[in-house]
C-alpha cells in the first residue's frame, strides 16, 4: 500500500497568515522560534530558531462534530511549501522523541472505534497500512503521543 501524508491544506494556511481566527475565533499568535521542537504543520518541517512562526487552535476536519478534536499547532509565519503528500513520512517524525497516536476515521469524520493505537516511530507506517486496510476507514490522523497535537495526515494513494 502506497501512503500519502498531508499536513494542514495550503488555503488555510494562508489564511491564517493573513490574520484570520482559528478554531478558537481568536487570531493566531505570532512568535519566535527558538528552533527546539516548532514543527510547522503546513510544510511538515522545523521553523528554525530566529524564524517566525504561528500558534494557533486547529481542527483538522471539515466541520465542528463531537470527534472533531481541537488543539495547538505551530506554523511558519511566512509562506512555505506544503509538504508533498508522495515524498512519504517526513524524516522529522522518524527522529521524534516520542511516538505517536494512530487514528482512524470513516468517511463521516468520526472516529472508527478499535483503530487508536500509540506506536513507536519506527512502526508508524506498518501501522498506518494496518488501519487503512480496514474497508471501514478512510484516512488517519497521526498526533503526538505526549501533547496530542495534530501532526499530519495519512491517506492511501488511490
Do not use: K, W
Amino acid at each position: 500500500m502506497t501512503l500519502l501524508y498531508s499536513g494542514m491544506p495550503s488555503e488555510l494556511a494562508a489564511a491564517y497568515r493573513a490574520g484570520a481566527p482559528d478554531a478558537n475565533g481568536q487570531v493566531p499568535e505570532r512568535r519566535v522560534s527558538d528552533g527546539d521542537g516548532v514543527p510547522c504543520r503546513h510544510c511538515l518541517g522545523n521553523v528554525e530558531a530566529g524564524e517566525p512562526y504561528l500558534v494557533l487552535a486547529y481542527r483538522p476536519f471539515p466541520a465542528p462534530q463531537p470527534y472533531a478534536e481541537v488543539g495547538p499547532v505551530f506554523i511558519h509565519a511566512e509562506a512555505c511549501p506544503a509538504h508533498v503528500p508522495e515524498a512519504g513520512l517526513p524524516e522529522r517524525e522518524r527522529r521524534a522523541r516520542s511516538g505517536r497516536i494512530l487514528r482512524g476515521y470513516g468517511r463521516d469524520d468520526r472516529i472508527v472505534y478499535g483503530t487508536g493505537i500509540v506506536v513507536a516511530n519506527e512502526r508508524i507506517e506498518a501501522e498506518a497500512e494496518a488501519i487503512l486496510a480496514r474497508p471501514d476507514v478512510a484516512y488517519v490522523h497521526m498526533r503526538s503521543a505526549t501533547n496530542n497535537c495534530f501532526t499530519l495526515r495519512i491517506d492511501r494513494a488511490s
